[in-house]
């Protein structure tokens, strides 16, 4: 929670990185003759569960390019289920806010999913992923985003990338010198989903060099945020657990835009990227440098600093503040009161029922108040929460309230909002150094929905419902070829035969469009380059700047030398 009594920058405590020991605490994984998975066997992060073991060989042989095929050994994890025990998904992540992990793993009623199966290497389904990465995954993009230049640097060079693949094996600590090379092994191993990890101190590939040094540690990665509708079911009443809708996805709007403004207006922030989950929320993405640069404390301070809404889905008031009120609280009322009164009173209809109703009124200060509120509302059952929300200024203005402040009412009608609106986040993603975290543009496996980057200034216009998917990508480009691209051949066509007079263009001048360009992932792509470029071209200056500095510092000290 904020601190009424310091500014936004002083939130921010000093960094401390990790050990090498808790980085090489890698759990073992089942041996390659082990019998094969169940279709719910839990994936997690190398070294969080123990029922791990290390593999003793390699799922597929790495490209001789890059010449480490005996690293790959020990990257394959899976978790060993209990056959006397099985445990359920659903029960196993209860209690889980991080959409990052469960979306890919609960078999809670998710959107348009597929019943569960085995993985068939020859399916539709398969082969339509291996389209998608040949053809539609913008490699070039995520290269430069994730490199911070056109040329290889060891931003790209010592990144950890996790892959899961679709025999419930994941392999940790991958990374590659060139975009091309990630670009061949993603195609070859087709993996279901991608993480990015941290930039390490060296190649994650040689982590083992290091075990006993601390010579292999994290030591930048972007700034992330996690916000998983699951974690607003107490207040939402159109959907639950990992149902979505258009009302209730109003709530991600509300968060992204308190995060993103005070990214912006308190940390000093500018390149942040907002990616759609797959199904049920949203990841931020902070890429500025010195972002990028923070330790754990300091991440842990920052995210202290949204810490508003506290408590699970048990009962009891969730908002405990100081007044008076940090600037960046005012701010937020100011930027969520509209949404509480249309989003959440009249579309959400919170306090529908006679306990919800009753949660309301154990947050009014006075009990006179209460007791006439209650007494109001028991006498009409089916009366809506905008009318419940107004009853209370109106009855505070009577008899009923004769010993109430009318300032604790405010604060507590403050806290109600906050409560009801402020963003809800997972801190685990966003406190570690190490955390890995979805990659954008991957296709989420149980509603067949990309992730694709949401433009902040639009935030109206996005519809999680509405999203590319795989089947819809391939329909799109079959489509065009018969459309667009048929009346393109036929000008070349007409061109060509005209023989190039009159000043008109050659079949060679026809314009190359990429298959991305003739889907509706064109718009995302366009976005999310145009925001890669502002990242190197803010990166790039602020090199410049830091070598005209560092040529000037030695003029001084010639000509100092000189007189």
């Not at 806290?415 to 990659?439: C, F, G, M, W």
Request: with cysteine; glycine share 6%; aromatic share 8%.
């Amino acid at each position: 929670m904020p601190n009424s009594d310091l500014p936004a920058a002083e939130a921010v405590g000093a960094s401390t990185s990790p050990s090498a020991t808790q980085m090489e605490k890698e759990p073992a994984i089942a041996a390659a003759s082990s019998p094969p998975v169940d279709e719910d066997t839990v994936m997690v992060e190398a070294g969080e569960v123990q029922a791990m073991v290390e593999a003793t060989a390699p799922v597929a042989e790495v490209p001789s390019a890059q010449g480490q095929a005996e690293a790959d050994n020990d990257m394959m994890v899976e978790i060993k289920q209990d056959k006397k025990s099985e445990i359920k998904l659903e029960d196993l992540f209860e209690g889980m806010d991080s959409d990052d992990d469960d979306d890919f793993l609960a078999a809670a009623n998710p959107l348009n999913a597929p019943a569960p199966r085995e993985p068939d290497t020859h399916d539709a389904s398969f082969e339509l992923l291996r389209i998608y990465y040949q053809r539609f995954f913008p490699w070039r993009y995520m290269f430069q985003w994730l490199n911070h230049s056109p040329v290889p640097t060891n931003d790209f060079k010592h990144r950890e990338f996790s892959l899961w693949l679709h025999n419930d094996a994941v392999m940790r600590y991958q990374s590659y010198t060139t975009s091309d090379l990630f670009r061949k092994d993603v195609i070859r191993l087709m993996p279901r989903r991608i993480e990015i990890g941290p930039v390490y101190t060296a190649d994650p590939r040689d982590r083992k060099t290091f075990r006993n040094s601390t010579a292999f540690q994290p030591m930048a990665k972007e700034l992330c945020f996690d916000i998983d509708l699951t974690d607003y079911d107490d207040i939402r009443t159109c959907c639950d657990k990992a149902n979505i809708c258009n009302k209730c996805w109003k709530f991600t709007n509300m968060a992204i835009k308190v995060l993103d403004t005070a990214l912006r207006e308190d940390f000093g922030y500018q390149h942040i990227l907002w990616v759609y989950s797959g199904r049920r929320g949203v990841h931020a993405w902070v890429c500025d440098k010195k972002a990028r640069a923070l330790g754990d404390q300091q991440r842990k301070a920052i995210t202290g600093y949204f810490d508003v809404v506290t408590g699970g889905k048990q009962g009891g008031k969730k908002v405990n503040i100081r007044r008076p009120l940090h600037p960046h609280l005012s701010r937020s009322i100011d930027i969520l009161k509209d949404h509480f009164q249309q989003d959440v009173l009249e579309t959400q209809d919170p306090w529908q029922t006679a306990e919800k109703a009753d949660a309301l009124l154990q947050q009014i200060p006075d009990l006179g108040l209460r007791e006439a509120l209650r007494k109001k509302w028991d006498a009409s059952p089916g009366r809506a929460s905008t009318a419940k929300w107004a009853d209370i200024d109106a009855l505070a203005q009577t008899s009923a309230s004769a010993a109430l402040d009318p300032k604790d009412l405010l604060d507590a009608k403050q806290d109600i909002v906050l409560e009801h609106t402020y963003p809800r986040l997972d801190s685990a993603v966003s406190q570690k150094l190490n955390h890995l975290l979805k990659s954008p543009f991957v296709v989420h496996p149980g509603t067949g929905r990309i992730c694709v980057p949401i433009d902040r200034g639009n935030l109206e216009g996005f519809d999680p419902l509405n999203v590319p998917t795989l089947q819809g990508l391939v329909t799109e480009i079959d489509a065009w070829a018969e459309t667009e691209g048929a009346a393109a051949a036929m000008a070349a066509v007409e061109v060509s035969e005209g023989g190039g007079g009159g000043g008109g263009s050659s079949s060679q001048d026809v314009k190359h469009v990429q298959d991305w360009e003739k889907t509706s992932l064109k718009p995302y792509i366009e976005y999310f380059r145009s925001f890669v470029t502002a990242l190197m071209k803010d990166e790039r200056e602020v090199a410049v700047k830091r070598e005209r500095e560092e040529e000037g510092d030695v003029d001084v000290k010639v000509e100092s030398l000189d007189f």
